[in-house]
């Protein structure tokens, strides 16, 4: 995980960036249990092991970065981050690319000492590009 240098002084940027290497190494390990663990109740709803398969079995995210940290009006922490997607063709987000650049925003529940995935705000939606 590479935490851009203006990040880095954010105070909650280390916490941060450890919740997001465990997020993308379920992904990356496929590993519903541990992803499912990392939502709260309200993003884990309609979550399946169907559905995370359907989205993940081919899934290796790389190049994670985290670009901002923000307050989201309802209090969570919002993560930008850009990564690397490759998986099967027909598991992209659009079934026609094995390479995808993310750009997306993790809205951040504190969680103790650390954080569980939140709900998106409605009318959110993360940006994608095929890679070159």
């Keep these: 995980m590479t935490i851009v240098s203006d990040v880095s002084q954010d105070a909650d940027a280390s916490a941060v960036a450890t919740f997001l290497n465990e997020y993308f190494t379920a992904i990356n390990n496929h590993d519903y249990q541990s992803y499912l663990s990392l939502h709260n109740s309200h993003s884990a709803q309609g979550l399946t092991q169907e559905r995370?398969?359907?989205?993940?079995?081919?899934?290796?995210?790389?190049?994670?970065?985290?670009?901002?940290?923000?307050?989201?009006?309802?209090?969570?922490?919002?993560?930008?981050?850009?990564?690397?997607?490759?998986?099967?063709?027909?598991?992209?987000?659009?079934?026609?690319?094995?390479?995808?650049?993310?750009?997306?925003?993790?809205?951040?529940?504190?969680?103790?000492?650390?954080?569980?995935?939140?709900?998106?705000?409605?009318?959110?939606?993360a940006s994608y590009r095929a890679c070159h």
Excluded: K, M
């Design 52 to 125: 995370f398969d359907n989205g993940y079995t081919s899934t290796v995210d790389s190049a994670e970065t985290l670009r901002g940290i923000s307050t989201a009006a309802n209090g969570d922490l919002v993560a930008s981050v850009t990564f690397t997607s490759r998986q099967n063709t027909a598991q992209s987000v659009n079934g026609a690319e094995s390479c995808t650049n993310w750009n997306i925003s993790l809205f951040l529940e504190q969680d103790g000492g650390g954080y569980l995935i939140d709900r998106t705000p409605p009318g959110y939606h």
